[in-house]
C-alpha cells in the first residue's frame, strides 16, 4: 500500500511540474506581462511583455514590434529575461533527473539508493525552477503596482496594469514548488527497516526477490 501511495505522489508531484514548467515558458514569451487601454481611444489597447510591446487596434489587428535594445530597458524586465530563461532551464533538467528516478520506471530497479537520489535532486532543482519564476512576476507587478498609484504623474497619464501572463506566472511558480514538494514527501514516505518488521523490508526489497522468497517459503 505504502509503495503505491507512494507511486501516486510521484506521478502527480511530475505532472504538476510538467504543467508548470509549460506555462512557465509560455510565460517567458507571451507579451501580455502588463495591459494599458487608452481612455481616448477606447479601440487601442497596448500591451508588454519581457521581448516586445504590442498595440491592438479594431480596424488593423494586432502589431507588435520587439525591444531594439536590451540595455535600455528598465531593471525589473532586464532581470526578469535572465531569471525566467534560469527558472525554464532548472526546470527542464528537474523534470529529466527527477523521472529517471521514478520507481515505475524499470531502469535501475536494483539501485533504490540512486533513483531517491535522483528523486531529491531532482525536487531542488524544480522548487529553486518555482522560485525563479515567481520572482520576476512578483517583481513586475509591485513595481506596476507602485507606478500605478504614484501621486507624482498627473492624472490624464495612462497607467499600466497587471497582465495574464502575471497570474499564469504565479500559478506556474507555485506548480513547480508544488511538483518539488511532492517528489520530496515521496522520498521520505519511505518506510524505514524494521518500523514495521518484516513487511516494511518486504516493500523495499526488489520485486524478483520478494518472488524468490516467497517461492523458497513455499517449497518448505
Request: with cysteine; proline share 3%; net charge negative.
Amino acid at each position: 500500500m505504502a509503495l503505491v501511495f507512494r507511486t501516486a505522489m510521484q506521478s502527480v508531484g511530475l505532472l504538476s511540474s510538467l504543467l508548470g514548467w509549460v506555462l512557465s515558458c509560455l510565460t517567458n514569451y507571451l507579451p501580455y506581462w502588463k495591459n494599458l487601454n487608452l481612455d481616448l481611444n477606447e479601440m487601442e489597447n497596448w500591451t508588454m511583455g519581457l521581448w516586445k510591446t504590442c498595440v491592438i487596434q479594431e480596424e488593423v489587428g494586432r502589431q507588435c514590434k520587439d525591444f531594439d535594445s536590451f540595455l535600455a530597458l528598465p531593471a525589473e524586465l532586464r532581470i526578469s529575461r535572465i531569471l525566467m530563461f534560469l527558472s525554464n532551464a532548472l526546470g527542464f533538467l528537474g523534470l529529466l533527473v527527477s523521472g529517471l528516478g521514478l520507481d515505475c520506471l524499470r531502469i535501475g530497479q536494483r539501485q533504490q539508493d540512486l533513483k531517491r537520489r535522483l528523486l531529491i535532486l531532482g525536487g531542488i532543482l524544480l522548487w529553486t525552477s518555482g522560485v525563479t519564476a515567481l520572482i520576476p512576476v512578483s517583481w513586475v507587478a509591485h513595481i506596476t503596482v507602485q507606478e500605478f498609484w504614484d501621486e507624482t504623474i498627473p492624472e490624464i497619464v495612462p497607467r499600466w496594469e497587471f497582465g495574464e501572463a502575471l497570474f499564469l506566472g504565479w500559478f506556474a511558480g507555485f506548480s513547480l514548488l508544488l511538483g518539488g514538494c511532492l517528489l520530496h514527501f515521496a522520498v521520505c514516505s519511505v518506510s524505514a527497516p524494521g518500523a514495521s518488521g518484516r513487511y516494511a523490508v518486504a516493500e523495499t526489497q526488489d520485486p524478483c526477490q520478494q518472488l524468490e522468497m516467497k517461492h523458497t517459503t513455499l517449497e518448505l
